[in-house]
């Protein structure tokens, strides 16, 4: 059984900075693409991050490249995701998922990941 444990959101101020975690257990993060996507009530799911299974290329979305960073620590089977200058745009309900599509090299980034975490939430203030 796979589960995905996010946490680490929380409220900052606009400018702040806050670092997600996801645990995993019953998958391991090495060999398979991570995922980071938010939500915003009453839109689409978008995504923010990915990092490739392959060879760990990462993939960002322009609204956070520059500011976000993705990685993953295989030992511990733990991937974060570290926001830094949140903007109050960034608030939303934010998650990881594995076992997806990232293929930066090629371009190719999907929003279909057989795994999902709840999600933490983010909001950040003015």
């Known amino acids: 059984d796979v589960q995905l444990q996010a946490s680490g959101g929380g409220l900052v101020q606009s400018g702040g900075s806050l670092r997600l975690s996801c645990a995993a257990s019953?998958?391991?993060?090495?060999?398979?693409?991570i995922g980071w996507f938010r939500q915003i009530p009453g839109k689409a799911r978008e995504i923010v991050s990915c990092?490739?299974?392959?060879?760990?290329?990462?993939y960002y979305a322009e609204s956070v490249k520059g500011r976000f960073t993705v990685s993953r620590d295989n030992a511990k089977n733990t991937a974060f995701l570290e926001m830094t200058n949140l903007k109050p745009e960034d608030s939303a309900l934010y998650y990881c998922?594995?076992?997806?599509?990232?293929?930066?090299?090629?371009?190719?980034?999907?929003?279909?990941?057989?795994?999902w975490g709840r999600g933490t939430l983010v909001t950040v203030s003015s």
């Open positions: 990092m490739s299974g392959y060879d760990d290329t990462t």
């Open positions: 019953g998958i391991t993060f090495d060999g398979n693409a």
């Open positions: 998922a594995v076992d997806g599509v990232c293929l930066p090299r090629f371009s190719i980034v999907g929003p279909q990941y057989d795994y």
